[in-house]
């Protein structure tokens, strides 16, 4: 491009660039000032023929992609001494197709107010700075480009794809109040992009997916107040990116479409407090294998229309997900399998009406409060270390069943431990029961029989007392009947003196004799009642024995 086909706008550029200076070309052109010139036959020197040939200003501030292309790849004189190029444009209509594809870039890009006719091509490009303002484009292609301080794009409009795929930016990547529509593809793509300070998003808008995956991110990846569409497919795809600050998506985040977070990795906190997740029928949060060194709250307002995904998610200190609303009908709200985290707080701010997975969980200390637990708990192997809000057994049971996986004994084995570590014994007893009482109900009739039998005698074991109720007031019926009705003795001359007392402690107790039980033989009633007490003594002895064989097992 020749010097005298340059426009007005164009020629002003051309001035401006070599210092640095900032163009706004949407204002008057300043009156030439004949003290200012750059030397006889320079571009904008006064007297120039270059200056009498330029066309008159159009009111239409154009400026063509090429001019500005040529002015980037070094087509103006070299810089005097203590020149510092830079391109500061505002307020340009750009026209053409920006084209630097695997160009050296010397001088830092300010764009601010432009418009582009045509989206800009980056590709494979090295550039000091790119910054742009307030600018409306069909797009902007930058894969990997390497841009040695801040990208920058925002408050701008793009009406095209923002792809950034394996690009490398060694500051900061600021998106901040964009607006990025492509809801037929990839709005935002940043594969395996590397950005080496913060990713600035706050009231980001997107309409279509905004896929980072893989992206690793140095410091902050901010997406506050951002507004992500894409009904039916990946709002947000941060499939294994890697943060090594927050990942902050609160307050005012919202997400309509499915947000992956799988197999990320956060140095610190991830933050959905105040946000809204919408993908209804499905899953709208999925955070599959997630390492969080801090915390992971899912709370203080969040709201969620669909189910939430955290299996195999560990989490440094605390996962919570205090005051959200899950509303996932029809199956999995909250899926936990095998998470991690050293605390866990489950108080919702309404009872979750489907299901919670929480089998193989390992949730640490567990908060939860009776008036919000879901309608169908699974614990199957889940553990935890203590629960802040123990409650009465009787209650803690009613938590254990509520579930549709039928009779599983590890989770009142869980629930009676924590309850041994807090010293409550009694109370772990009463777990343990309501676990055997659960298993009968799973028995064939018969075997349900003795169950009962042993329930109703010693509580299984675990209510040792009762053998000794039954035994004392077996022992007082047998007293009194035989004190009345004395059995006659097998062979007067040898049989010992008659104590009903004895006589039925020897027909209760199987392993000892007093020597009553074989010298007198008792008949009719009296005969039937010996069998009776016979019956109940060997009951009670196989109880007591079964009971204490479990006690010892525990131990």
Request: charged share 20%.
């Amino acid at each position: 491009m020749r010097i005298d086909e340059l426009n007005a706008h164009e020629r002003r550029l051309w001035d401006a660039f070599p210092r640095g200076r900032r163009l706004d070309v949407s204002e008057a052109p300043a009156p030439p000032d004949p003290a200012n010139t750059t030397g006889p036959g320079s571009p904008g020197g006064a007297g120039s023929p270059e200056d009498a040939a330029a066309p008159a200003a159009p009111a239409d501030p154009v400026i063509r992609a090429d001019a500005i292309a040529a002015l980037l790849l070094g087509a103006h004189a070299e810089p005097t001494p203590g020149d510092r190029p830079a391109l500061r444009l505002t307020g340009a209509h750009i026209t053409g197709r920006l084209d630097l594809r695997f160009a050296e870039i010397a001088a830092p890009i300010l764009l601010t107010d432009c418009r582009f006719d045509e989206a800009p091509l980056l590709q494979g490009a090295r550039t000091r700075q790119l910054v742009m303002t307030d600018c409306a484009m069909p797009g902007l292609e930058a894969d990997t480009a390497q841009i040695d301080g801040r990208l920058v794009v925002s408050h701008c409009r793009l009406t095209g794809p923002l792809v950034l795929n394996r690009t490398q930016i060694n500051g900061d990547l600021d998106l901040r109040d964009t607006t990025a529509v492509f809801p037929e593809g990839e709005a935002i793509s940043a594969v395996h992009a590397q950005v080496g300070g913060d990713a600035l998003c706050t009231n980001l808008a997107v309409e279509g997916t905004f896929r980072l995956s893989g992206a690793s991110i140095d410091g902050e990846f901010d997406l506050e107040g951002a507004a992500l569409r894409a009904p039916g497919s990946n709002a947000l795809d941060a499939y294994h990116v890697r943060v090594a600050e927050d990942f902050t998506c609160h307050p005012g985040f919202s997400a309509e479409g499915r947000v992956i977070l799988s197999g990320a990795t956060v140095a610190a906190a991830v933050g959905f407090c105040g946000g809204r997740l919408s993908n209804p029928g499905d899953i709208a949060l999925e955070a599959v294998d997630v390492t969080v060194d801090r915390n992971f709250d899912l709370g203080l307002g969040l709201t969620v229309e669909g189910a939430v995904k955290l299996d195999g998610t560990r989490v440094g200190t605390e996962l919570s997900f205090r005051d959200a609303e899950l509303t996932g009908k029809g199956g999995t709200a909250l899926s936990l399998r095998a998470t991690q985290a050293r605390e866990t707080d489950l108080r919702t701010r309404r009872p979750i009406d489907a299901v919670v997975d929480a089998r193989n969980a390992r949730l640490g200390t567990l908060y939860d409060a009776q008036d919000t637990w879901p309608t169908d708990l699974r614990l199957a192997d889940a553990t935890y270390e203590a629960l802040a809000f123990p409650l009465p057994a009787a209650e803690r049971v009613r938590w254990i069943r509520r579930t549709t996986d039928g009779y599983l004994p590890q989770p009142y084995e869980q629930l009676a431990a924590a309850y041994r570590r807090l010293g409550h014994e009694d109370e772990a007893r009463t777990v343990l029961l309501a676990k055997q009482r659960h298993r009968r109900a799973t028995l064939p009739a018969h075997i349900r029989l003795w169950g009962h039998a042993q329930d109703l005698s010693v509580g299984y074991g675990y209510r040792p007392l009762r053998a000794g109720l039954w035994l004392l007031a077996l022992l007082a019926c047998g007293s009194l009947y035989f004190a009345l009705h004395t059995p006659a003795p097998l062979d007067p001359g040898k049989a010992p003196p008659f104590n009903a007392v004895f006589y039925t402690l020897d027909l209760l107790v199987p392993i000892i004799t007093f020597g009553q039980e074989n010298a007198f033989a008792p008949h009719d009633t009296g005969q039937w009642l010996s069998y009776a007490l016979i019956a109940s003594g060997w009951i009670l002895a196989t109880t007591v024995t079964a009971g204490i064989s479990r006690a010892v097992n525990r131990q």
